[in-house]
Every structure is written in structure tokens, then in C-alpha cells.
């Protein structure tokens, strides 16, 4: 999930390799056919249910497109 916390180089910022695995308490929202970044793939230029990829970059990647895909999601 992306969030600066969990920002590269951060105790979390690969869940299959941290000591502390992954950010307790976070799941992430799932596939985004409508990923707007062109240049990695997946999840761009998949099907829908492929369009996904776990990792937690900023700007211009935007992986929270992925990971937060809608406000009302993640809030609750």
C-alpha cells in the first residue's frame, strides 16, 4: 500500500522481504484497469484482473492508483 510511511528503504517497504513483514492493519484496494501510467506494466495495458502490482512508489508511478483506488474505500 502506498503511503510515506512505507516509503523505499522503509522497515516496510517490501512485505515479502521486511523482518517485520507487511503494515499491520492495511489491505489493499486491487486491480485498476485504468492505471494511468503508462511505462510499467503490469499493471498498465493489462485486463482488468491483471491490472495489478504491489509495490509502493510516488510520483510518477502513483502506485496509490492501485493500492487506494477511491477515498470512500480506504477511509472506512
Do not use: C
Not at 512485505?15 to 492505471?35: D, E, H, M, Q, T
Not at 502490482?53 to 508511478?61: A, I, L, S, T, Y
Not at 502506485?63 to 472506512?76: F, G, K, L, R, V
Amino acid at each position: 500500500m502506498y503511503h510515506t510511511w512505507f516509503n523505499h528503504w522503509s522497515d516496510w517497504d517490501n512485505a515479502l522481504f521486511s523482518s517485520k513483514g507487511p503494515a499491520p492493519g492495511y489491505i489493499v484496494g486491487g486491480p485498476n484497469a485504468n492505471y494511468s501510467y503508462s511505462q510499467l506494466s503490469p499493471p498498465a495495458n493489462q485486463p482488468p484482473q491483471k491490472a495489478y502490482r504491489d509495490f509502493n512508489d510516488g510520483w510518477p508511478e502513483s502506485s496509490w492508483e492501485i493500492t487506494e483506488p477511491a477515498i470512500y474505500y480506504q477511509a472506512a
